[in-house]
């Protein structure tokens, strides 16, 4: 079971899934789980952080229960289909130290 909620609203997701077997990861699955970096609000701007670790070793996964309201709130439309539901069981990470971004100057 996974729960989140937005701070300071009552916007929030749970999650429950059926953990199943080790399963081979396709280069879309190895994209999505991918984390290269955090971005966070700091001092009034926008900051990130790098992040760097191994592949996450996956395994296939049955959605048993979904509540959510964190996509919808986002202005996003409802996820459509079957979810494709993977897990794993963690891998360490390494963060780096987080830096200021500047405003593109794009747009």
């Known amino acids: 079971t996974y729960t989140t909620r937005r701070r300071r609203t009552s916007v929030s997701?749970?999650?429950?899934?059926?953990?199943g077997a080790p399963v081979e990861a396709a280069p879309l699955d190895h994209f999505l789980t991918a984390r290269w970096g955090l971005h966070s609000r700091w001092y009034g701007g926008t900051a990130f952080t790098p992040v760097s670790h191994e592949r996450w070793p996956l395994q296939g996964a049955e959605l048993l229960e979904l509540a959510d309201g964190l996509v919808t709130a986002t202005g996003?439309?409802?996820?459509?289909?079957?979810?494709?539901?993977?897990?794993?069981?963690?891998?360490?990470v390494r963060i780096g130290r987080p830096f200021k971004l500047r405003r593109?100057?794009?747009g």
Not at 13 to 19: A, D, E, P, T, W
Not at 83 to 90: I, T
Request: charged fraction near 15%; hydrophobic fraction near 45%.
């Open 13 to 19: 997701s749970l999650i429950r899934v059926r953990v």
């Open 76 to 92: 996003l439309p409802a996820p459509v289909g079957p979810p494709r539901v993977l897990h794993s069981a963690g891998v360490d």
């Open 104 to 106: 593109s100057p794009i």
